[in-house]
C-alpha cells in the first residue's frame, strides 16, 4: 500500500537510487519544518482544521481518507514554531490486530521497525523506526485502551516542546499559586 501521503518522496527517491529522501509530511521535509510552511501544506492538501494556531502547541486537523482508519491529525510545534510531531490517530474499541495493520503498513514502505516491545494480543504496543536526519516514526498503542497512533517525530524538537509546555505549566500554576495567597 503505497497511499501514506508522508513516504511517498522516500520511497520514490530510493527506488531512483537517489538514497533515502527525508521523512516528509504532505511534500514538506520534516527535519527543519516550520508551523507556517507546515501550515500551507496542511491547507493545500485539504484537511479541515480544528484548531490550528500560534497560541496552540498543536494544530488538530480531521483527515478525509488520507491515512484509511485515520480520524485526526495532530502536529506540535516548539514556541519558536519548529516542527516536533505529527500523529495521526486511528481510533479503535476492542480491536487488537489494529495495531498490527498499521505497523504492516508502515513496513511496506519503510522495511522492517528498528525496534519493537509489546505482543499485538495483549498490552501495550511500540514499534520504531529511525529515519536519516535522527528523525523517527512510530506505531504506538496503549493499553487497555486499543486505539493506534502513528508519529513521525523530529526526537530534539518534540523533548524541547514537552519541556516548554511542562515549563509553561508550572509557570501558570505559580501564578495561580500567587493569586490565591493574595487572596488571603
Do not use: C
Not at 120 to 131: D, N, Y
Not at 146 to 175: F, G, W
Amino acid at each position: 500500500m503505497r497511499k501514506l501521503v508522508f513516504v511517498l518522496s522516500f520511497w520514490w527517491a530510493g527506488a531512483a537510487g537517489a538514497g533515502p529522501a527525508p521523512l516528509s509530511l504532505f511534500g514538506v521535509p520534516l527535519e527543519h519544518a516550520t508551523r507556517a510552511r507546515l501550515e500551507g501544506a496542511m491547507d493545500k492538501a485539504g484537511l479541515t482544521p480544528v484548531q490550528v494556531g500560534k497560541k496552540f502547541w498543536y494544530d488538530i486537523y480531521r483527515v478525509h481518507g488520507q491515512l484509511p482508519g485515520a480520524s485526526q491529525l495532530m502536529v506540535g510545534y516548539t514556541k519558536n514554531n519548529r516542527f516536533a510531531v505529527a500523529r495521526y490517530v486511528f481510533p479503535s474499541f476492542m480491536d487488537t490486530s489494529q495495531v498490527t495493520k498499521i505497523i504492516a503498513m508502515v513496513k511496506d514502505n519503510y522495511g522492517p521497525p528498528s525496534s519493537r516491545t509489546g505482543m499485538a494480543g495483549l498490552g501495550m504496543v511500540t514499534a520504531t523506526w529511525r529515519e536519516p536526519g535522527g528523525m523517527e516514526i512510530r506505531v504506538v498503542r496503549g493499553w487497555p485502551a486499543t486505539t493506534t497512533t502513528l508519529s513521525l517525530l523530529n526526537p530534539a524538537m518534540d523533548t524541547r516542546m514537552k519541556a516548554q509546555i511542562a515549563a509553561e505549566k508550572a509557570h501558570r500554576l505559580d501564578v495561580q499559586a500567587r493569586a490565591d495567597s493574595d487572596a488571603f
